[in-house]
């Protein structure tokens, strides 16, 4: 399966992690926390709720 796919996927030069980005606990809070999450203003900027 590899090889049959590999030219589709092309190995990256650089793989990131989470601690590439700030961590889980900087990455849940700017993107998940239900008042400045980044997720929550786009849901609300479409009329959603995060419990809808």
Do not use: H, R, Y
């Not at 030219?7 to 700017?30: A, Q, Y």
């Not at 993107?31 to 929550?40: H, N, R, S, V």
């Amino acid at each position: 399966m590899l090889a049959q796919t590999k030219s589709k996927f092309p190995t990256p030069k650089t793989l990131k992690t989470i601690d590439d980005l700030g961590g889980w606990t900087k990455v849940n809070d700017e993107l998940f926390d239900p008042e400045k999450g980044t997720i929550a203003k786009l849901e609300e900027s479409t009329g959603l709720t995060p419990t809808q």
